[in-house]
């Protein structure tokens, strides 16, 4: 069995347990590491940098739903070997870190401008799906499944991108329709409502209709929120919002960067523990509050930054008609988080007050559901205001020949 040669087994030779268990664990970060540093160092590849990057969150969250529904074991589930670094009991056919990693290998090495990064990605993703092998958390096949997972969503891609300007061609009257609805003073706040009560409907019909797994880390609602932020990221990146510096840009960047992160529990990831807890700094060493800080630090600098600009952009809006859209969607956006927060404090209060147990189990799916789904509306706010901007009140670059963006005329 090819397993039995490759894996570690019950006599793991120490020093290369350790390089696997490194490898495995940790190969991820060296691979985001190159790629933010080809990015940082070539400013004309970041669209295509943020681009891979929705599309990586896009193949996670498939091969997961994959995984789900082939139900197929990992090898220290079957008792084929211990445990050798921390995995949760979950299918593991296709490999995620396979797909995720081939995937953006394969579309780095489409790009002549990232090639090299490519080649040290694909480089890295041979080397992760031996180590993981190794340390009993996947069997060949599923490392085999998430290489060819991936092959196939980085042509997909690729296909997609070379038919978006024949398309757009021929939808240019369907496009000027949306984007006149988009454009609309009331689309944020609807878009909100519409979701509230997406989201009610979802909790009161839970678990029977759906399945609690559709709300927790890493479901179809969290990966679709983590996609959100990075759209949006990919849309600052892109087109950067009229009458904003590069500065205003890179500090609203930063901060979706942030969310998405968060949303994707990088965090909790690197030191056990959500940074943003009390009780981290309380019981954290040293070194952990100090690389903390250290990520914590251009974060706030961001939101001071974008809190300090917010007032005259805020009147800027509020004076040019065209661009009241946007200002009522990031009022809308201001709405959902102080509900999310309210959400998230609720059951602490129940607690507190001795009433969380007389609480009905359809109550407490409800509100799950609107806390969860309603941070999925934060980035679909943030998007839409973006697209607001950009518009603003004509959008009469969509109706440009040459299909090149421009800013509408000041009405």
């Known amino acids: 069995m090819l397993f039995d040669w490759l894996g570690a087994g019950f006599a793991p030779h120490a020093a290369l347990l350790r390089i696997a268990s490194l490898l495995a664990e940790g190969s991820t970060w060296l691979c985001a590491a190159l790629i933010v540093g080809a990015a940082w160092m070539q400013p004309p590849v970041r669209p295509r940098v943020a681009l891979i990057l929705v599309v990586a969150g896009l193949v996670s969250m498939l091969s997961r739903e994959i995984a789900a529904v082939l139900a197929m074991p990992r090898p220290f589930m079957l008792g084929l070997s211990p445990l050798h670094i921390p995995h949760d009991a979950r299918p593991g056919l296709p490999s995620t870190h396979a797909s995720v990693m081939f995937t953006v290998a394969f579309m780095l090495l489409t790009d002549r401008r990232l090639r090299a990064v490519g080649w040290a990605v694909l480089a890295m993703a041979v080397l992760t799906g031996g180590a993981r092998i190794y340390v009993g958390v996947h069997f060949p096949l599923d490392v085999m499944a998430g290489a060819l997972l991936g092959g196939c969503v980085a042509a997909g891609a690729q296909a997609v991108l070379m038919a978006t300007g024949r398309l757009r061609e021929s939808a240019r009257p369907q496009l000027t ?20 009560l997406g989201a ?29 932020y990075l759209l949006a990221a990919l849309f600052v990146l892109r087109m950067r919002p009229p ?42 060493t040293l070194w952990q509050i100090a690389v903390a800080l250290a990520l914590l630090a251009p974060i706030a600098i961001a939101a001071g930054w974008l809190l300090r600009r917010s007032h005259g952009v805020w009147r800027s809006a509020l004076a040019r008609r065209r661009w ?29 007050a001795g009433m969380l147990s007389e609480v009905p189990s359809a109550m407490h799916y409800l509100l799950l559901s609107l806390e969860e789904i309603l941070e999925l509306a934060l980035p679909l706010l943030a998007l839409l205001a973006l697209v607001q901007l950009r518009l603003g009140r004509h959008p009469t670059w969509l109706r440009r020949g040459d299909g090149a963006p421009r800013l509408a005329a000041t009405a």
């Open 177 to 196: 329709a949306v984007a006149r609805t988009l454009s609309h003073p009331r689309s944020g706040p609807w878009l909100l409502v519409g979701i509230a």
């Open 200 to 228: 009610t409907w979802i909790g009161l019909n839970m678990p029977l209709s759906f399945r609690p797994s559709l709300l927790q880390q890493g479901g179809a609602i969290g990966n679709s929120t983590l996609i959100g």
């Open 243 to 284: 009458a904003w510096s590069k500065r205003d840009a890179g500090a609203l960047l930063v901060v979706l960067l942030a969310l998405a992160a968060n949303e994707a529990g990088l965090h909790v990831a690197l030191f056990g523990i959500s940074i943003l807890k009390a009780r981290f700094y309380s019981g954290g």
């Open 324 to 352: 009241r859209a946007a200002a009522r969607t990031v009022a809308s956006f201001g709405v959902a988080v102080v509900t999310i927060r309210v959400l998230d404090g609720l059951p602490g209060l129940l607690l507190d």
